[in-house]
């Protein structure tokens, strides 16, 4: 990737999605402390009930700047992945000045590789 020329990079869109939690995060959050002391009460952090909410964005950004932006609710699976790839990944490249031929980069996260995803690629 590192040798391509730099006009390559001017037909490149980034693409991925993030959730973001109106309280807290998702995953595990880890306080280390020496064994047998209290734990400070500055580093507990409160929980709200059923989740408190979140909004699920898409986006992709290129050399020109960035392209659409897709909030959602709910988990994104390879359906809703691909429908927004239809929706958005085109429009946002012809937005963006990059037109028809350019090439899309993301992650290997499941429902990016899915079978779906990649037979739309093509």
């Not at 037909?11 to 306080?31: P, Q, T």
């Not at 392209?67 to 085109?90: A, E, P, S």
């Not at 012809?94 to 899915?114: C, E, L, R, W």
Request: aromatic share 12%; glycine share 10%; proline share 2%.
């Amino acid at each position: 990737m590192l040798n391509k020329p730099e006009t390559y990079w001017n037909n490149v869109l980034f693409a991925d999605e993030s959730k973001f939690n109106i309280f807290g995060s998702d995953g595990r959050i880890m306080v280390w402390r020496r064994k047998n002391k209290e734990l400070n009460p500055k580093n507990l952090v409160g929980t709200v009930k059923y989740d408190g909410g979140g909004v699920l964005v898409w986006g992709c950004i290129s050399a020109s700047g960035l392209g659409n932006l897709v909030f959602t609710d709910g988990i994104m699976n390879r359906v809703l992945y691909l429908n927004i790839l239809r929706d958005y990944l085109k429009l946002s490249a012809q937005n963006s000045g990059i037109g028809k031929n350019f090439v899309s980069y993301q992650d290997n996260d499941p429902k990016h590789t899915a079978l779906n995803v990649r037979l739309w690629s093509l």
